[in-house]
Structure formats: C-alpha cells, structure tokens
C-alpha cells in the first residue's frame, strides 16, 4: 500500500495492525557518467516496493533530499546537500507527526553510506530523529516519569517486542553486513549499478562508464541486472526477516 493512496480507513486500518511503515530515505548525489542522481533513493524506494509484493506494508512517499555530502562531487556535479541538523529536524517532525497519528511501526530504510551498517552522518541523524522524537512523545503523552512509574515495571522485559516504545522508529539498511559480505558493495560500481539496475534499468547506462577514469565507477563495467537479482533477493530475505521479527 502506498500512503499517498491511502484511504483514512485502511490508513486506520494499517496503525491498528501496526503494519510495518516504511519510509525510504535517499540522496541527490553525484554517482559518476553513467548512473542516475537518485540512485540511493531508487534501490530503497525500489526495495520497499518489493517488500510491499512479499508482505503487507505501507510505503510511504520517499524522502530524497538526505545528507549525500560532497565528498564524491560537490554541487558543481550535481550533487544537493542538506546539513545533519536540517534533516535531523525535519525528520522529528516527520516522526513525530506520525507517532501523534497512532503509528507505532515505523521503517526509516537507507542505502546511502551504510557500510557493514556503520552509522554516518545519514544514518545517525536519522537515529537520533527516531529515538528523540519517541522520547519526546512519551514524556508529553505519559509525563515526567513516566519510566520511573510503577505502569513500566515490565519494561525491559518489552525490550525485544513491539511494545518496546523505542522499537516503533527503527532505521534499518537496504544491505545487511550479512548481504553486503554475500554480494558486494560499493558505489556507482560492479554492485551498485547491478542492483539499480535490476531495480529501474533506466537509471543506468554502464556504457558511459569509459568516459570518466574515475576510480571509484571502473568496476561498473562488470555490472549486470542478473547479478543485481541476485543481490536483490539476498537483501530483501534479511530484510524481510528483521522487520518482522518482532512478530
């Protein structure tokens, strides 16, 4: 389901089952000659679309202007930046917003800078908007204390479960270090255009790859959307399996 088309019944619906909630985050950033600006956005966005034919999810519009940086190509190259702080409150907006709404399975899911899941500047803004946010919530609908009171008693016999507050805001990795050591993972090369491109094939086109000596694309060549299917399945199964694991 994506949220955009959502009805208020079957939007109500989705928060009453604490379907899962999944917001794809991306970059417009510089990823060489011969690949699309959006491709972080792209593999999320084409993921949660993929888990939305496994499961029944609510995909919600993508976010596309994360923090890229320019350490790959500043502005002049087309890359657009936004600063920690700004997408940090944008994104405590956005998560508050929907934990006032009743939205207690929410899914920030990124590929942009996710190296065998290390946070960077993307991943930990994002993080820190969810777990701020939530404790945010908390304190405004139970009040000081609300931890400290005896209704909490079996918190952290909730830590593993749904009803762990601070699990309703999870940032999660299109790859898991599990995939990523499986197949590949770079940027703009063999395994990222293999997987963009078995995700939206028009946003690659490798035969520009010989127009640049850029170190960092020269593996594209190799790339192939057969192989990215492959990749595709191996991240979507571990996918799969942590978002619903609470269950």
Known sequence: MRYEFLLPDALQKAKDERTPMILPIGTIEYHGPHCSFGCDGLIAQ???YKLEKRRPVVVLPTFWYGISSYAVGGPEKGTINVTFDSLKA???DL???MLDGG???IVALIHHQYEQETYMPMTLA???AGKTSTMAFLERERGNGWWGDNSSAEYYNQLDGADNPFNWIRVLPCMSTAAQ???GYDHAGKYECSLLSALYPEAVSLGRVASSDEWFIQSA???SPEYGAEMLKISLDA??????SAD
Do not use: P, V
Not at 239 to 244: F, G, Q, S, Y
């Open 46 to 48: 084409g993921m949660a």
């Open 90 to 92: 944008t994104l405590s």
């Open 95 to 97: 998560f508050a917003s």
């Open 103 to 105: 939205c207690r399975n």
């Open 126 to 128: 994002a993080a820190s």
């Open 181 to 183: 050591n499986a197949t």
């Open 221 to 223: 060549k190799d790339a």
């Open 239 to 244: 996918l799969e399996k942590r978002i619903w």
